[in-house]
């Protein structure tokens, strides 16, 4: 049934100095789940007069969060106390992971992370799954169900790590192959080609990956980089001919335009050279990687670069707090970020990266209605802050460092309302 969205409406452009402000519109919505009209209230046409409406007054409309790198698997360890990655992966990571491989479990669990998701305003991701593809498979029919935008894969992992999150050359590609051909482009599912990181692949793993990535018609390819010192120094052990961990994933065809790398903290110049002339896209995880003590990553030489909570490292599902965290970040690496940057990163910014623009990331006529309903007073920190806002730059800079799950009233997929 055809709806309408009543309220104020923020909306972007090109870029995130094009922003739009209406502060009495309207958003118009197809049974189809796609957006029909939007602007001003009073430029309504009359075919819609007789549309149900929500009137959601003063709060702001505007395109749901996308999480560029979040990880399935890990919704029960937020804030699991490691020495560093390498230690925390150990122990918290990779037992979790194992549990996966039991689809009645994997299953479950999906429809309690979209849900969570939706909570938290999140209305697409790229995520991890474990190495099992029962997992992969859970997670990609829990969003089908839902008519989400969503991109995952079974993870690749062949050594160092224990044996129950072990795949091998050969099931990880037979079961990345498989995902591909049932998920791939089936509704709004997307897949990637997924190596963990460098460390837990053999060479023999990582050549498979790039030959995977090459087979599988779209897909992107998800993996780590350059998080921790640590990690840096065991891919020089184990790599020790290659120049840097980039050349690494270079050497096995795996840094493409098609290619996301999170974190991509200690990156050399040449590194960081190679990464923007492929067109790879670096992944910022600011919780996670405060909190870990992996590093501050500047936005300095990276060229194309996407926002995420990278759940469970990150501490919280919310965009909204990964928004502040990574203008905190930046503020200590160089460089005073504005909201409408932020939040233009985490809508269409990161649509772009994860080569989903043409559907969803903004209020665009013909897209899915992907839509948060956020409550700008949802506190009364918030409220009280609310009272000193002068302009909708203001108020949105007061949500991405003040707000949390509490200020979003409301969230759609496709036009359905999820929360």
């Keep these: 049934m055809t709806k309408l969205l009543i309220g104020q409406i923020v909306a972007f452009g090109e870029t ?6 209406d502060t009495r519109g309207a958003i118009a919505i197809g049974d189809d789940g796609r957006i029909l009209f939007r602007g001003p209230l009073s430029l309504l046409p009359r075919a819609f007069d007789l549309t149900p409406r929500e009137d959601y007054g003063e709060q702001i409309l505007m395109a749901g969060f996308i999480d560029a790198h979040i990880h399935f698997p890990q919704n029960r360890i937020l804030a699991a106390a490691a020495v560093d990655l390498l230690d925390w992966l150990t122990r918290y990571t990779f037992p979790e992971e194992a549990l996966y491989a039991d689809p009645t479990y994997a299953a479950a669990a999906a429809t309690t992370f979209l849900n969570t998701l939706y909570r938290y305003g999140t209305t697409s991701a790229l995520a991890f799954c474990s190495s099992h593809k029962a997992c992969a498979e859970a997670l990609f029919e829990a969003a089908a169900k839902r008519n989400m935008a969503l991109i995952t894969g079974k993870t690749l992992m ?26 791939h482009g089936k509704g709004r599912l997307r897949h990637a080609v997924t190596p963990r990181f460098a460390v837990t692949s053999t060479d023999a793993q990582l050549q498979s990956a790039g030959e995977l990535l090459r087979q599988c018609k779209g897909a992107l390819m998800q993996t780590h980089l350059s998080e921790s010192a640590g990690e840096i120094a065991f891919v020089k052990q184990l790599f020790p001919n290659d120049q840097d961990y980039t050349a690494v994933y270079e050497r096995f065809g795996l840094v493409t335009d098609h290619s996301l790398f999170a974190h991509g903290i200690h990156l050399s110049p040449r590194e960081l050279s190679a990464l923007n002339e492929a067109g790879s896209i670096v992944m910022h995880c600011p919780t996670s990687n405060t909190f870990l003590g992996s590093g ?35 503020m200590l ?29 903004s209020i665009a006529l013909g897209k899915f209605a992907d839509i948060i309903v956020l409550n700008p007073t949802a506190t009364p920190v918030l409220a009280a802050r609310h009272k000193l806002s002068n302009s909708i730059e203001d108020v949105l800079f007061a949500l991405a460092l003040l707000g949390d799950d ?5 969230t759609y997929v496709a036009g359905e309302k999820v929360y």
Excluded at 406 to 410: E, G, V
């Design 16 to 21: 995130a100095q094009d922003l739009s402000h």
């Design 158 to 183: 062949d050594r160092n790590a224990i044996p129950a999150v072990h795949d091998t050359v050969e099931s990880g590609a037979l079961d990345t192959l498989a995902l591909h051909k049932a998920f």
């Design 296 to 330: 501050l990553m500047p936005f300095q030489g990276r060229t194309k670069l996407a926002l995420a909570t990278d759940i469970g490292g990150g501490t919280s599902y919310s965009m909204l707090q990964t928004m502040g965290e990574a203008y905190k970040v930046q």
């Design 333 to 361: 690496t160089g460089r005073k970020l504005k909201a409408a940057e932020l939040f233009f990163m985490s809508t269409l910014g990161n649509a772009r990266a994860l080569r989903i623009d043409q559907e969803t990331g």
């Design 406 to 410: 509490r200020s979003i009233a409301a």
